[in-house]
């Protein structure tokens, strides 16, 4: 038999083998160690090689050493930092008599919340209390139309690329522009009191939501889309098992900018012309250069915006990144997320209704 012969006899019995069969034999296929041997991709097996090592490391005298763990764990880092800032801060009060210390500062917080805001004092009634709210009812009202106008536009401007190319210069305007110049213009128009903070807020936040949520719409599996479509899926369906969970990571992040940026807009605003906030506050001090005060409210602003992000943010990213990985295998937020996960985004039994 020729070499040709056998050629041809090999591709004959290749042919005879069933595909289907083949891909169940692949599909069912178990090594002797269980899933956790299971081929997959070159990282893959590196990834679980490189943890496995790293369970079964020899602690070293570093790891056993409680005050180390301490220092070095998620916890511990964020308060060492603050120690070390706060550190710096008392050494630098030190050195200038013009820099405010920490104490001075607190003592000037003490001395705002015992100053009464109108009438009577009271735990409400003093000018630290009502300042801080003043400021937070601002930012509320402007991040809650930041909130209703860019999550629709930034979804609709990746759903159509005609309202893309509507919206598109706008939001690049929005971007470029700085807060200041909004925040003069919104002060000449609006004058004191809540417009201009609202409306500084709006159109200075707004673009940076539209974008997030736009990048966000473009981790919908297009493939999913199809499906939904084809099957007649109905449109919560969609947004509660396809669109949400695709979105959540960077809708998130979009939120959490907002914020940070719509709160330094209401400072800003209140500085440059208000009649209360914590800004006006700080700007009041620093004109008859109290540096204790000016220092203290730039301590509230900065203690405000932390607890928002770490408390309330923070707990919020967590919640939803649970949720999306409870629905069909989106931890990862990708298409490759999804096959790690062996799911689905939208459920086989949605897509028979």
């Given amino acids: 038999m020729t070499d040709v012969d056998k050629a041809v006899d090999a591709n004959d019995g290749l042919d005879a083998v069933d595909p289907v069969d083949t891909a169940k034999n692949l599909e069912d296929w178990k090594w002797e160690g269980g899933d956790a041997q299971r081929p997959g991709t070159m990282a893959d097996r590196m990834a679980d090689s490189m943890a496995a090592e790293t369970r079964h490391a020899a602690p070293t005298a570093k790891d056993g050493n409680p ?28 050195a200038s008599e013009k820099f405010p210390t920490p104490l001075g500062t607190v003592e000037h917080l003490v001395k705002e919340f015992q100053a009464p805001y109108h009438g009577p004092w009271s735990v409400w009634n003093n000018q630290l209390v009502q300042n801080i709210v003043i400021s937070l009812w601002r930012a509320l009202a402007g991040l809650t139309f930041v909130i209703l106008i860019g999550v629709p536009v930034g979804w609709a401007m990746g759903r159509w690329w005609r309202v893309q190319a509507y919206f598109t210069d706008g939001v690049t305007i929005g971007l470029a522009l700085p807060a200041y110049i909004w925040a003069m213009l919104a002060i000449m128009v609006f004058g004191f009191g809540m417009k201009a903070p609202i409306f500084t807020v709006v159109v200075s936040a707004t673009p940076g939501l539209i974008v997030h949520v736009l990048q966000g719409t473009f981790a919908i599996p297009r493939e999913l889309q199809d499906m939904t479509h084809v099957y007649g899926v109905p449109f919560q369906r969609q947004v509660r098992n396809l669109t949400l969970p695709s979105m959540a990571g960077q809708l998130v992040a979009g939120v959490r900018l907002a914020v940070l940026a719509g709160w330094g807009c209401v400072v800003l605003v209140e500085w440059f012309g208000s009649n209360g906030g914590v800004g006006y506050q700080a700007r009041d001090w620093y ?42 295998g989106f931890g990862g937020g990708s298409r490759a997320g999804q096959q790690r996960g062996g799911g689905d985004a939208v459920p086989a039994d949605s897509t028979r209704d």
């Fill in 287 to 328: 004109l008859t250069a109290n540096f204790n005060g000016l220092m203290a409210w730039a301590l509230v602003m900065i203690v405000i915006i932390v607890f928002i992000d770490r408390v309330i943010i923070s707990r919020i990213d967590r919640r939803v990144h649970r949720w999306r990985g409870a629905v069909g």
């Fill in 67 to 94: 005050i180390w763990r301490a220092i070095t764990s998620d916890r511990g880092a964020r308060w060492t930092s603050w120690l070390v800032i706060l550190i710096v801060w008392q050494i630098a009060g030190q």
